[in-house]
């Protein structure tokens, strides 16, 4: 098992930065593929990017993509999510996500969230 915590949402302007973090409690952080997810006020929860175990791979969301990074330090334990010219439609609540490999569907574990709001 592992244990999810977001941290580094906040109130940014429109055309602005943030950097998520997502710490994992656990010594088998590595072997995970982590992703990062969001949701909206009243819409369903969507994908935003993840990254293999090894950091050599990673997919976005083409709403995302040329403009969120993802990353991860596994002797640290975290991954990272940088958002670069953040849009008023980026505005959601963010979750980091864990699952055993590239190719399983589903996220077993989640963490509570962060909130991201974009100002106009």
């Known amino acids: 098992q592992v244990q999810l915590v977001e941290s580094g949402g906040g109130l940014v302007q429109a055309g602005g930065s943030l950097r998520l973090s997502c710490a994992a409690a656990?010594?088998?952080?590595?072997?995970?593929?982590m992703g990062w997810f969001r949701q909206a006020p009243g819409k369903e929860r969507e994908f935003v990017a993840a990254?293999?175990?090894?950091?050599?791979?990673?997919n976005y969301a083409g709403s995302v993509k040329g403009r969120f990074t993802i990353s991860r330090d596994n002797a640290k334990n975290t991954v990272y999510l940088q958002m670069n010219s953040l849009k008023p439609e980026d505005m959601a609540v963010y979750y980091c996500?864990?699952?055993?490999?590239?190719?399983?569907?589903?996220?077993?574990?989640w963490g509570q969230g962060t909130q991201v709001t974009v100002s106009s």
């Open positions: 996500a864990a699952k055993a490999t590239w190719n399983t569907p589903r996220y077993n574990y």
């Open positions: 656990g010594r088998t952080f590595s072997s995970y593929t």
């Open positions: 990254i293999n175990r090894s950091g050599s791979s990673t």
